[in-house]
């Protein structure tokens, strides 16, 4: 029963809504009776949205007055949306305060404008997905990613290879929202030019502010590759130049080491045994979704 054994030591009570036969998406928890809901769709209280992408439900908030989400973000949102962000929006590195409770925010580097948010009264870091880590602080509690919680994915991005595939003149396929504008800047800080066809990643790229010159180069969504690369850290690509906006798992670990915290949940991703058991040898008691067993 840990998460009641969290709630008596931190007064913070970590639970899961009920929808249906099943539960909405993530976690949520409550601080001093104010709600807050990580990564979902709207509830009552707030909902913190730590990134734009899809499976973090963002475009399902852009509407609620009660969301938080950095600027970036809520610029991302509103972009791909065609809607204006109605909620609650911060640069990253502000610190926030929402019903007396204050929260810090800090850069996960993810993707633009995706944040963690530290609720330091109660050592709750909450990270969303996360490409760098060093400027996370301390925590009792982290709520964090297990995408590469696997052992087996070990990876370093190959940085040189997308430059050096951009001057051939190679297609790039990259996630529309977030990893392609990362590659954009990447060539653009090469003085490497490139071309954009797909209206989600031209969108991005302009309301972001990256500019670049023209070139033989393209950057396309991944299934559209034919002459180019894949640029994924997943397996299942034949041709592909990792990169990847997530740390690996010996990232995951590294995280952990870094923000020592005394309990990590992992709320997103695919947290393996190994994983729960490395985590466990460093002091730190682990968590799933499956052991938040407050349904409300």
Same mark, same amino acid.
């Given at each position: 029963?840990?998460?009641?054994?969290?709630?008596?030591?931190?007064?913070?009570?970590?639970?899961?809504?009920?929808?249906?036969?099943?539960?909405?998406?993530?976690?949520?928890?409550?601080?001093?009776?104010?709600?807050?809901?990580?990564?979902?769709?709207?509830?009552?209280?707030?909902?913190?949205?730590?990134?734009?992408?899809?499976?973090?439900?963002?475009?399902?908030?852009?509407?609620?007055?009660?969301?938080?989400?950095?600027?970036?973000?809520?610029?991302?949102?509103?972009?791909?949306?065609?809607?204006?962000?109605?909620?609650? !929006?911060?640069?990253?590195?502000?610190?926030?305060?929402?019903?007396?409770?204050?929260?810090?925010?800090?850069?996960?580097?993810?993707?633009?404008?995706?944040?963690?948010?530290?609720?330091?009264?109660?050592?709750?870091?909450?990270?969303?997905?996360?490409?760098?880590?060093?400027?996370?602080?301390?925590?009792?509690?982290?709520?964090?990613?297990?995408?590469?919680?696997?052992?087996?994915?070990?990876?370093?991005?190959?940085?040189?290879?997308?430059?050096?595939?951009?001057?051939?003149?190679?297609?790039?396929?990259?996630?529309?929202?977030?990893?392609?504008?990362?590659?954009?800047?990447?060539?653009?800080?090469?003085?490497?030019?490139?071309?954009?066809?797909?209206?989600?990643?031209?969108?991005?790229?302009?309301?972001?502010?990256?500019?670049?010159?023209?070139?033989?180069?393209?950057?396309?969504?991944?299934?559209?590759?034919?002459?180019?690369? !894949?640029?994924?850290?997943?397996?299942?690509?034949?041709?592909?130049?990792?990169?990847?906006?997530?740390?690996?798992?010996?990232?995951?670990?590294?995280?952990?080491?870094?923000?020592?915290?005394?309990?990590?949940?992992?709320?997103?991703?695919?947290?393996?045994?190994?994983?729960?058991?490395?985590?466990?040898?460093?002091?730190?008691?682990?968590?799933?979704?499956?052991?938040?067993?407050?349904?409300?």
């Amino acid at each position: 029963m840990e998460i009641l054994e969290i709630a008596e030591k931190t007064g913070v009570l970590f639970y899961r809504r009920r929808y249906g036969n099943g539960f909405r998406p993530h976690i949520s928890m409550r601080i001093d009776g104010v709600d807050f809901h990580i990564d979902t769709s709207p509830g009552r209280g707030y909902n913190i949205i730590t990134h734009a992408h899809t499976d973090h439900h963002g475009l399902r908030n852009i509407k609620n007055f009660r969301a938080i989400a950095s600027c970036e973000t809520s610029v991302i949102l509103s972009a791909i949306s065609g809607e204006n962000f109605r909620g609650i !929006v911060h640069e990253i590195g502000e610190k926030l305060e929402i019903k007396g409770i204050e929260i810090d925010t800090f850069p996960t580097s993810h993707m633009d404008g995706s944040s963690a948010y530290f609720f330091r009264d109660y050592g709750i870091l909450v990270t969303g997905d996360v490409k760098r880590f060093e400027k996370l602080p301390e925590c009792e509690i982290l709520v964090t990613e297990a995408t590469y919680g696997h052992p087996s994915n070990r990876f370093v991005d190959e940085i040189d290879r997308v430059v050096e595939s951009a001057r051939k003149g190679l297609e790039l396929g990259a996630y529309p929202i977030g990893k392609a504008q990362r590659v954009a800047r990447i060539l653009a800080s090469n003085d490497v030019g490139f071309r954009v066809e797909d209206e989600r990643i031209s969108k991005l790229c302009s309301v972001l502010g990256i500019e670049h010159e023209e070139g033989d180069a393209r950057i396309i969504p991944p299934k559209k590759v034919v002459n180019g690369y !894949v640029l994924s850290a997943q397996t299942f690509y034949r041709n592909r130049i990792v990169f990847s906006d997530h740390i690996d798992y010996r990232g995951i670990i590294e995280l952990i080491d870094h923000c020592s915290p005394s309990y990590v949940i992992f709320y997103h991703g695919n947290p393996t045994r190994k994983l729960l058991q490395d985590a466990e040898s460093m002091g730190t008691r682990s968590l799933t979704l499956k052991d938040v067993n407050v349904h409300l």
